[in-house]
């Protein structure tokens, strides 16, 4: 028996899972969102989108493609760009990247914003106090003075002066209604989904087929190296990302394994 297979199936902290074990990443997504649910941030569909991301990412290699790179780096321009970027965080986000996060929104100096598709106040605040644990100082979403047109009541709630007033969204994991409702708004979004067939990144400007452990701490490393550069570099960065061009070599790579350029 190799020691990986004396990994237990319930880890009580993830550090006693072995980096070196070949499934690492995913036996870490599995467990941080196991904790998730049961500290009441997570909701329990989370792990049903949890098990058909990490069904793609199996696809993907689970690796940060080429073309993924491309979009993080184009994400970080986006940002970087942004009159007033916003994060948007769900319940597997905010137990997948707490940190990440929090660190993202300092270095391109966004908003961080709890937004549900499930959403009730004590998920609101068990996110917003654990994100807080996290570093975050400020947390939007609570209020939730606002409304996303054309969207059913709970879904909708936005912060007057956070997501409905953002020029630029990141919206990881999302729905498809609201990824669409949002689009129909006028937002630049940025999405992270594994599923590049999903409606959410088929609306994205720019659309990160990646999984979120990898995708945000690479757009963070990509916006602390543009973070100097002319506005317009970073909008001619912008101009050459192709979104459909992504969405297709994510598929294309899902389908049969390449890999693109
Ligand atoms: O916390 P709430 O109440 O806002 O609910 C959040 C979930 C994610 C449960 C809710 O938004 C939902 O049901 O989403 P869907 O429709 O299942 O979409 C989630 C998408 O995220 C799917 O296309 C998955 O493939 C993708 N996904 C899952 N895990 C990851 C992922 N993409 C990137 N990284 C992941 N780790």
Same mark, same amino acid.
Do not use: C, Q
């Given at each position: 028996m190799s020691d990986h297979d004396t990994v237990p199936a319930d880890v009580e902290h993830e550090e006693e899972i072995p980096e070196d074990h070949p499934r690492y990443q995913d036996l870490l997504t599995r467990h941080r969102i196991e904790r998730g649910v049961e500290k009441g941030i997570t909701h329990l569909q989370g792990m049903h989108a949890e098990g058909r991301g990490s069904a793609f990412d199996y696809l993907l290699g689970e690796e940060t493609t080429p073309s993924a790179n491309e979009a993080e780096r184009a994400a970080a321009a986006v940002l970087l760009l942004a009159e007033h970027p916003v994060l948007s965080i769900n319940g597997n986000v905010? $137990?997948?990247?707490?940190? #990440?996060?929090? %660190?993202?929104?300092a270095v391109v100096d966004a908003d961080l914003e709890v937004n549900l598709f499930n959403r009730t106040p004590e998920r609101i605040e068990a996110i917003a106090d654990h994100l807080?644990? *996290?570093? $975050? #100082? #400020?947390?939007k979403g609570i209020e939730a003075d606002a409304r996303i047109p054309n969207l059913e009541h %709970?879904?909708?709630?936005?912060?007057?002066?956070?997501?409905?007033?953002?020029?630029?969204?990141l919206v990881p994991l999302e729905d498809g209604d609201r990824a669409e409702?949002?689009?129909?708004?006028?937002?630049?979004?940025?999405?992270?989904?594994?599923?590049?067939?999903?409606?959410?990144?088929?609306? $994205?400007?720019?659309?990160?087929?990646?999984?979120i452990?990898? $995708?945000?701490?690479?757009?963070? %490393? *990509?916006?602390?190296?543009?973070?100097?550069? #002319?506005e317009a570099e970073l909008e001619a960065i912008v101009e050459a990302f192709d979104p459909e061009a992504a969405l297709e070599a994510a598929e294309e790579r899902i389908r049969t394994g390449a890999v693109d350029g």
């Open positions: 905010a $137990a997948l990247v707490p940190g #990440e996060m929090v %660190e993202l929104a807080r644990d *996290h570093g $975050a #100082e #400020e947390v %709970e879904r909708a709630k936005v912060d007057g002066d956070g997501i409905f007033d953002a020029d630029v969204v409702a949002l689009d129909a708004m006028g937002k630049t979004e940025i999405v992270v989904d594994l599923n590049p067939m999903s409606r959410s990144p088929r609306v $994205a400007d720019v659309p990160i087929v990646d999984n452990i990898r $995708a945000i701490p690479n757009v963070t %490393e *990509h916006a602390r190296k543009l973070a100097d550069r #002319e």
